[in-house]
């Protein structure tokens, strides 16, 4: 078909040239063009970006349900949509080409996109292609990098800054107003809870590659921070080392703790001073840590004590980087707490006991007697109540061997009764039970014969 170069767009990341299928889509392109001629299009956003695919504006509402067509303004609002072209067949065989967005009934108004690809044939028929970029596809590619939320929307605002016509090949209809210079844009317009489009977003802007080094130092060591938190090194990604302690390396293995001490107090008073040594053996590790009561002496004794020679060794000194020595003390002061509120359940218990009540250890009121229950004590350790308690033991006592004696005489009655059926059971028998007590009872009378008989053998040996 016949290409006319119609339409310059600017947009806040640059330029592109539209060439329009006049001949092809003569309604489509007369609707964009004048939209374009009475800036429409201004300050409207690319509301929907999808990467590879489509970049959609024309919706001065920016959600993509509003927009209407040039002939509204001419014609009243049944002509806010018009009929979408379909004949001659066109294609989306190519990157940048331009399409009138189909409102789901077969109509078009005011919303376009570009094609980010080639080759989008599924979209054939479905939506109105009337135009082609011919000139910026750089921006094409620009805005289809851009980083987006799930709706598609750009987190920084890419907007149409203005439109001009460079060859309009329609006559203005009657009634249309064409301003005779872009407006300048309403609060409305520039409203967006987006970064701006005109926002600098670049931290780095105006700072020195000193300034960027450290930065870029800082936000690692924040990193490797929260990598220690997490697997345990250190208590908290944002705690900081003492700024009262010294490290001191490249020592002499004979250097001690008391030299080092004397050596370094010249600078201030010192809380602790600690050469580390290996655990089973007791030697040097060759570093120590120095803890001075007030960081200003600390820090002269780094300005100073660098690189000085002590038992023929140039030791090294630098501020301590070691948060294990306030992470053991707030594991004790964890321990501390703990054994705390240990000995404080301990106390309420045995206030819990020694009140006599039974009551929940942590029941505050357990360890609370109320007046009445006061006076009921006092009662019962009264002489008269004391008295009564004791006949009411003694009748109790009673009663009970009472019981006991009915209990014994019912279970030997039981027994004797036992006892005579066993024995008239064995006497219908002829059981062997009374023939082994007859022979029993021989035996004992031969016995007892055999036993007079020594005796009186023994007694006449004597005579």
Do not use: W
Request: aromatic content about 8%; some cysteine; glycine content about 6%.
């Amino acid at each position: 078909g016949k290409y006319v170069m119609a339409v310059l767009i600017e947009t806040s990341v640059g330029d592109m040239v539209v060439d329009l299928y006049t001949e092809e889509r003569p309604r489509a392109c007369e609707n964009f063009v004048k939209l374009c001629k009475v800036k429409y299009y201004n300050y409207c956003i690319f509301h929907n970006v999808q990467r590879n695919f489509t970049l959609q504006t024309g919706d001065p509402t920016k959600t993509g349900n509003g927009g209407e067509s040039i002939f509204r303004r001419l014609y009243g609002d049944q002509a806010r949509f018009f009929d979408m072209e379909k004949l001659p067949k066109l294609k989306h065989d190519k990157m940048g080409t331009v399409s009138m967005v189909n409102n789901g009934s077969g109509m078009c108004g005011s919303q376009f996109f570009i094609t980010a690809s080639e080759d989008i044939d599924y979209l054939d028929g479905e939506h109105c292609v009337f135009g082609c970029v011919v000139e910026g596809l750089d921006v094409v590619e620009k805005i289809n990098a851009s980083y987006c939320d799930d709706n598609g929307r750009p987190y920084k605002d890419i907007r149409i800054n203005h439109t001009i016509v460079l060859d309009d090949p329609f006559d203005d209809p009657r009634g249309l107003e064409v301003p005779s210079r872009s407006p300048s844009p309403t609060a409305e317009q520039l409203a967006t809870d987006r970064i701006g489009a005109d926002e600098e977003i670049d931290d780095e802007k105006g700072m020195t590659l000193e300034q960027i080094e450290e930065k870029v130092e800082t936000r690692e060591a924040q990193a490797n921070a929260q990598i220690l938190e997490m697997v345990g090194d250190i208590p908290d990604a944002d705690v900081k080392p003492p700024d009262n302690v010294l490290f001191v390396c490249k020592l002499n293995p004979v250097t001690s703790d008391e030299d080092l001490e004397i050596i370094f107090s010249r600078f201030g008073p010192i809380k602790c001073c600690e050469v580390i040594r290996d655990r089973q053996s007791g030697e040097s590790l060759q570093y120590a840590f120095i803890e001075y009561e007030k960081p200003e002496h600390c820090e002269e004794a780094y300005f100073k004590m660098d690189n000085v020679l002590i038992d023929d060794r140039r030791i090294h000194v630098d501020f301590s980087q070691s948060v294990s020595k306030l992470r053991h003390e707030q594991q004790m002061q964890g321990r501390r707490d703990s054994e705390k509120q240990d000995l404080t359940v301990k106390e309420k218990f045995d206030k819990s006991k020694q009140s006599g009540s039974y009551g929940l250890v942590f029941d505050e009121s357990s360890s609370k007697t109320s007046r009445s229950e006061r006076k009921h004590r006092q009662r019962s350790n009264s002489p008269n109540r004391q008295r009564s308690d004791r006949r009411r033991s003694r009748s109790s006592d009673r009663r009970y061997e009472s019981l006991r004696r009915d209990d014994r005489s019912r279970d030997s009655g039981r027994q004797d009764r036992r006892e005579k059926d066993r024995s008239s059971r064995d006497r219908k028998r002829g059981s062997p039970s009374r023939r082994s007590r007859s022979r029993d009872r021989s035996r004992n009378d031969s016995r007892s014969r055999e036993h007079r008989r020594d005796r009186d053998r023994y007694r006449e040996r004597r005579r």
